[in-house]
C-alpha cells in the first residue's frame, strides 16, 4: 500500500467540544448515566468531511503502524488581507486547538474506513494555516504506512 494524499475543501472544525445534548438514560436493570448527543451542526460537519474524503478511502482498511500528516488551512482574516502581509501562508496561533480539531477529524477517518483504530497512527504531524492570497479554507491529508511490507502481508493472511 502506498502514500495516500488529498486536499478537502472545507474549513476545519474542533467539533470535540461543541455544544451538545445530555440526557439522562436508564437502562432497564442498569445504573442511569448521562449521554452527550452531538449538536445537529457537528454532525452536519461530520458528515460533510466523511462525504469529501470518501474518494481517497483505500480499498481495505489500514493495518500496522500508520503516519499521518494534517494541515489545516483557516480563512484568511481581513487584518491579514492588507498589503504588508506575508502573501503566502500564515501559521495561526489561535484557537481552535490543534488536538481538538485532530481528535475530531481522525474520528471521521476511522469511522470512515481508513484505517481500522486509530491506536495505529504512529508518526503524526499536526499544521495549523491561515491561508495564502486568494487560496481557500481547505484539510490536507497525507496518510503513509510506516511499513508497508508489514500491511501487505497482513492482508494475505
Given at each position: 500500500m502506498?502514500?495516500?494524499?488529498?486536499?478537502?475543501?472545507?474549513?476545519?472544525?474542533?467539533?470535540?467540544?461543541?455544544?451538545?445534548?445530555?440526557?439522562?438514560?436508564?437502562?432497564?436493570?442498569?445504573?442511569?448515566?448521562?449521554?452527550?448527543?452531538?449538536?445537529r451542526?457537528?454532525?452536519?460537519?461530520?458528515?460533510?468531511?466523511?462525504?469529501?474524503?470518501?474518494?481517497?478511502?483505500?480499498?481495505?482498511?489500514?493495518?500496522g503502524?500508520?503516519?499521518?500528516?494534517f494541515?489545516?488551512?483557516f480563512?484568511?482574516?481581513?487584518?491579514?488581507?492588507?498589503?504588508?502581509?506575508?502573501?503566502?501562508?500564515?501559521?495561526?496561533d489561535?484557537?481552535?486547538?490543534?488536538?481538538?480539531?485532530?481528535?475530531?477529524?481522525?474520528d471521521?477517518?476511522?469511522?470512515?474506513?481508513?484505517?481500522?483504530?486509530?491506536?495505529?497512527?504512529?508518526?503524526?504531524?499536526?499544521?495549523?494555516?491561515?491561508?495564502?492570497?486568494?487560496?481557500s479554507?481547505?484539510?490536507?491529508?497525507?496518510?503513509?504506512?510506516?511499513?508497508?511490507?508489514?500491511?501487505?502481508?497482513?492482508?494475505?493472511?
Amino acid at each position: 500500500m502506498s502514500r495516500i494524499a488529498f486536499r478537502i475543501k472545507i474549513e476545519p472544525k474542533s467539533l470535540q467540544f461543541s455544544a451538545s445534548r445530555e440526557r439522562i438514560v436508564q437502562p432497564k436493570g442498569k445504573p442511569a448515566f448521562i449521554h452527550h448527543f452531538k449538536d445537529r451542526e457537528a454532525e452536519a460537519h461530520e458528515r460533510a468531511v466523511a462525504t469529501l474524503c470518501a474518494p481517497h478511502r483505500p480499498s481495505t482498511p489500514l493495518l500496522g503502524p500508520i503516519g499521518v500528516t494534517f494541515t489545516y488551512v483557516f480563512e484568511r482574516p481581513q487584518y491579514l488581507q492588507t498589503a504588508k502581509a506575508a502573501p503566502g501562508r500564515i501559521p495561526k496561533d489561535s484557537r481552535p486547538d490543534l488536538t481538538n480539531i485532530t481528535k475530531s477529524f481522525e474520528d471521521v477517518l476511522t469511522r470512515a474506513g481508513f484505517w481500522k483504530d486509530d491506536g495505529q497512527l504512529c508518526d503524526k504531524r499536526e499544521l495549523k494555516f491561515y491561508a495564502a492570497r486568494g487560496e481557500s479554507a481547505c484539510i490536507e491529508v497525507a496518510i503513509e504506512p510506516l511499513y508497508p511490507d508489514l500491511h501487505a502481508q497482513a492482508t494475505l493472511l
